[in-house]
Structures are given as C-alpha cells and as structure tokens.
C-alpha cells in the first residue's frame, strides 16, 4: 500500500517570494509520482509529473519537482510565486505498474500568496 | 475539446435518501475514477471503470456503487445516505488509467445531506 504525506497544510507567502510544498510518500513498489492543483470550487488540474527519466520535472507555469528516492520525497517549488498561484496544491501516488486510475493523495496544502 | 462534465454540480438530499451522480468523460477515454473529497479525509478513490468494468476499488461501504455505459459516460450512486455523506464528488478520466499518465477531472459534484 501507499501513502502521501504533506508536511505543511498551509504555507502563507509574499508575492514573488520563493516556495517549498513538501511531500514525502511511502510505497513497497515503484510509484509515478503528482502535483494537482485546485483553485476554489473548481476540480484538479494537474500540474507536473513524475513517470520515469529526469528526476527533474517542470510545469509550464515556473513550477519544479524534484524526485528524490532516497529521500521518497516529490518536493514543489517556484522561485517567485504570484498572487494567481494562491490555490491548494495535492501531491499524489499510483503504482508505476498498475494501469488504473486509482491515486493516493496527500491531504493537501493550501498556499496563500499576499501582496 | 470538452472536458470531463459532471452533473449535477449541486444538489442537497436529506439522511436516508439515495442519489445518483453523473460524469461524461472526455471523448475518447474509456477509463473513469471517482473520487470522495472531505475537509477531513481529503480526497479518497472510491471506484474506477474502464471498458464497462469496476477495474479497481477502494474502501467504502456498499452503499456506494457505480456504473458505466458503452458509450464510457459513468454514474455514481449512494444509497441510504448519510450525513457524513455530504462531500464533492469528483469524477476523472484518463485514456485506459494511469499508464497514460494522467487524470484529467470535472469540476465535481458538491452532495450536502441533511
């Protein structure tokens, strides 16, 4: 079985200010790895990826994660957030040789972007 | 391209009643997840379909049950509701599951029970 830690439930931030979402998962088997994003009452758009190949994975918003197995952590972060990226932000699991559509999610963190 | 569509977006039943959630993946996929999400759970799998088949599920009473048709538009069902009941029901699609690499959502279902 696998589960998803999200270390911080809310991260408030100063506009363009730099931020770290952390996420730590556990898993026997080998994982693809997530980061979804909801903006009020809308559903989850997902935002960046992580199957195989570069540990290093990036959106086309400035968003980066960095796959650290030793570490079982899928870290996010940007540079210099904008007001427009305050939002709650899932980090999720599925089992990299199960084709479903079955993911495990954290609980989630809530990142509030000040002026 | 449309994208997943859930109906109905907002609908309040009250304890002991049953409802029926529905979700249009979008064109061309044929697998669909539906998920719990709850301030205090978070978000939960309840159920996946792919080719008219519950193909994985998670753990929740049999109150909750689902179906999808030829066409892979899904419905979702909970009967003798409860009021822990109450959550958004989100509903996702993928081309046949995770092997394509991602989950494409709707914008939910918000159930209130009273």
């Known amino acids: 079985a696998q589960s998803v830690t999200q270390l911080d439930s809310q991260v408030p931030v100063f506009e363009e200010a730099p931020v770290e979402l952390r996420c730590n998962y556990s898993?026997?088997?080998?994982?693809?790895l997530f980061w979804y994003v909801q903006y009020p009452n809308q559903g989850l758009q997902l935002l960046l990826k992580y199957l195989s190949g570069s540990t290093l994975v990036e959106s086309i918003n400035g968003f980066e994660a960095e796959f650290n197995k030793s570490q079982t952590s899928f870290h996010l972060r940007k540079p210099s957030v904008h007001i427009s990226d305050t939002a709650e932000y899932f980090c999720?699991?599925?089992?990299?040789?199960?084709?479903?559509?079955?993911?495990?999610f954290g609980q989630g963190t809530t990142l509030q972007v000040k002026p | 391209k449309a994208g997943v569509t859930q109906t109905p977006r907002y609908l309040i039943k009250t304890r002991g009643q049953q409802v029926t959630l529905s979700c249009s993946p979008i064109s061309g996929h044929r697998s669909v997840s539906w998920y719990q999400q709850t301030p205090g759970q978070g978000l939960q799998f309840l159920f996946e379909?792919?080719?008219?088949?519950?193909?994985n599920k998670g753990n929740f009473p049999g109150r909750f049950s689902g179906r999808q048709f030829s066409n892979s538009r899904s419905e979702m069902n909970v009967s003798t509701l409860e009021l822990g009941d109450s959550a958004l029901y989100l509903c996702a699609s993928s081309l046949a599951g995770m092997g394509s690499g991602e989950l494409f959502f709707g914008e939910g279902s918000r159930l209130t029970v009273l």
């Open positions: 379909y792919f080719s008219e088949t519950q193909r």
């Open positions: 999720a699991v599925s089992e990299s040789s199960s084709n479903t559509g079955k993911l495990i």
């Open positions: 898993s026997s088997v080998s994982v693809y």
